[in-house]
């Protein structure tokens, strides 16, 4: 069975920093495509961003030039660099893994911007 762990959210103010973690269960981490999505109180969940198996990032427009995706294989976890947050990206967070067929999601962790 595939678990995949979220940690880092939490309550920051506007413009400042955190740094999500997705650490996953899998036998073969690197050659899962690893991404993050968001789901906000009463809205859809949205894709934020996807790092390939050959580390090729995508960025949804909303959070590009403030959020960096990155992954370490040897740890089988993948990061959610988050800068100059804004209240708009309160939401829970959730990391993904895909390949082939296996498409697994994780828990979700809460991150909330407020002053």
């Known amino acids: 069975q595939v678990h995949l762990v979220e940690s880092g959210g939490g309550l920051v103010q506007p413009g400042g920093s955190l740094r999500l973690s997705c650490t996953a269960s899998?036998?073969?981490?690197?050659?899962?495509?690893m991404a993050w999505h968001r789901q906000a109180p009463g809205k859809e969940r949205e894709w934020v961003a996807t790092?390939?198996?050959?580390?090729?990032?995508t960025y949804a427009d909303y959070v590009k030039g403030r959020f960096i995706i990155s992954r370490d294989n040897r740890e089988k976890t993948a990061y959610l660099q988050m800068n100059s947050l804004k209240p708009e990206d309160t939401a829970v967070y959730y990391c993904t893994a895909r390949h082939g067929a296996g498409n697994y999601w994780g828990q979700g962790t809460q991150v909330t911007v407020s002053s």
């Open positions: 790092i390939n198996r050959g580390d090729s990032t």
């Open positions: 899998l036998s073969i981490f690197g050659i899962y495509d």
